[in-house]
């Protein structure tokens, strides 16, 4: 059975920092291309960060410089490690891994960055 369990989100007020994790089983994680999304309230779903098998990361531009990917294959888990946060980007934020046809999502972690 695949499962992503994200953890690691809450209220940060801005100029916070957060780390988000992604605990995966139930799939060869690291064949995986691993990502993160998120989706604010009234917009689609927007790619956020990736990394791939051998670790080269891509990032959106809104987040360049603030937001750093990293994974650990011997313990099937991905993070988000989410500096100087401001307002925009409160979301939920989803985990997703991609291989081939195989694509899987996370049910989601709530960051809210606030005062």
């Known amino acids: 059975q695949v499962q992503l369990v994200e953890s690691g989100g809450g209220l940060v007020q801005p100029g916070g920092s957060l780390r988000l994790s992604c605990a995966a089983s139930?799939?060869?994680?690291?064949?995986?291309?691993m990502s993160w999304y998120r989706q604010a309230p009234g917009k689609e779903r927007e790619l956020v960060a990736a990394?791939?098998?051998?670790?080269?990361?891509t990032f959106a531009d809104s987040v360049k410089g603030r937001f750093t990917i990293s994974r650990d294959n011997a313990k099937n888990t991905v993070y988000l490690q989410m500096n100087s946060l401001k307002p925009e980007d409160t979301a939920v934020y989803y985990c997703?891994?991609?291989?081939?046809?195989?694509?899987?999502w996370g049910q989601g972690t709530q960051v809210t960055v606030s005062s």
């Open positions: 997703n891994a991609l291989w081939v046809a195989l694509n899987y």
């Open positions: 990394i791939n098998s051998p670790g080269s990361t």
């Open positions: 139930g799939f060869t994680f690291s064949r995986y291309l």
